[in-house]
């Protein structure tokens, strides 16, 4: 991907016009670090920035003075948000059971998410991060570069699979190039038992399933998986996760849990 | 010091990169949301003041109605309140982070409206865009003249400036706004880029 490609990537997402696949596309190289399209956004936003600054105008002080008073709500801090939470009166007692059972460190994290984020911005932010914890999973630098490369090659396609109904929360990411092979990102996935792992499927067509790797995940639900390219007789157009045996199986036994379709 | 009182030059805002900004260090807007992740509720008065302007002009030209413009604005800086960890000064300057997350929820609040209308805003000429927001129609909100005074975006090509005002401020995809023109996909992600270039030279800030 050169420069322009980049840039013309940068400018769509600055816009917030890109098409689905363009916008993973571009996040993914985000996430990974890729020096070029950081500047390129950053500039971006920066002139969209300057075109705001021409209809600025004052707003009225009552918007001020009602999240001065959301703050004051809260006990005026962040970190009071929890206590505030756990100490909540009945209607609001959805929250409360969320905070009773989680210790400080993690409660500040998802009292935030029970204030009402987005959850698919939410979660399109942690995928992003997902694909910039599985590259950094890999201590080589040469790896890194290969996952850039990857990223950065506009024959690398995008593939969203979904979780199935041993966890249908489960969601994945796979940036897929027929002969550089490519990178899974999953989250949303119940540890595997012991002695049993996922294992990744790649099909081409309605060729039989091809085995493309094993991998776990961790206390958050997050696994990655670099895989090779596949022989395959057509184009790998499906993938699939099912739990296996740790080992990994040459055909799949057990559950399906994410699939996905190019 | 509001946005509002720069009537003179509406490029007043902007300051060309390294010019020290006439604060001291801790209130400088970086230095200012750090604070804010750490609960400092004065930190986020000051930040309000310094952008709320800004994030609320841009939500009001995507958006028109006052009403709705001010709770998007008070729900952005809400999240600013809880978010402002996630600030990654790598990705750009407080200011763009602002107003990117304003007009991400503007439009997101103008997409649900859409649906909920069953209506899609009608392709509208620049004279129609621009007399809609001309004071007078809003006659409860103060709209500044400096909506009257030159864009930038008046110095981009037709082409460019429509494909950029047609994203930016009314939320279509690329592929929405090649239909919506009759245009090739590559002809409107080429105008986008060439678009965005051009702003970026002729506002030049980040």
Redesign the interface.
Known sequence: MNR?EI??L???Y??????AE?RARFEAL?AAGDAEA?AA????????????????????P???A???A???AQG?????VVQTLSSVKPDRSRRSAWTLVLSGAMAAGIA?IA?G??VSAAYDRRLSQLAQEAAALKQEAERQQSVIALLRDPATQVVALSGLEPAPGAKARMLWHATAGGLLVAQGLPPAPEGKAYELWAIAGKGAPQPAGVFTVDAKGVGGLRVAPIEAAGAVDTFAVTLEPAAGVPAPTGAMYLAGKL | M???G?AGS??A??QPAGTPPARTSTDAPVALLARI???D?EA??RF??AF???????I??ILRDPAAS?EV??EV???I???AGRYDA????P??WV??R???RA??RLRAIRRREKTFVASVDEAVTRSSEAPGENPG????T??L?R???DSLPEPQRRV?EL??FE?????E?ASRLGEPLGTV??R??L???R??N?????
Not at chain 2, 52 to 58: H, P, R
Request: neutral net charge; proline residues 2%.
């Open positions: 322009d840039a013309e940068a400018a769509g600055a816009l917030g016009a890109l098409d363009d985000l950081t956004l950053r500039d971006f936003e920066g002139a969209l920035t300057g075109l705001a600054a021409e209809t600025a105008e004052t707003p009225p009552a918007v001020k009602a999240l001065m959301r703050i004051d005026g801090s962040r970190e009071a935030a204030v984020l987005v | 509001t946005p509002g720069m509406h490029y805002h902007m992740a750490q609960g509720r986020f008065g309000y003041d709320a302007g800004l994030a609320l002009g841009l009001r030209r001010e604005l008070q800086f809400w999240q309140w809880l978010e790598r990705r750009g300057s200011e763009s107003v990117m304003a007009k991400t439009i997101d909100v103060a709209v500044e400096k909506r005074v864009s930038a975006l950029v994203a930016f939320g279509l995809t690329q592929s706004i992600k080429t986008a880029r678009g965005l270039e702003l970026k002729i506002l030049g800030r980040a």
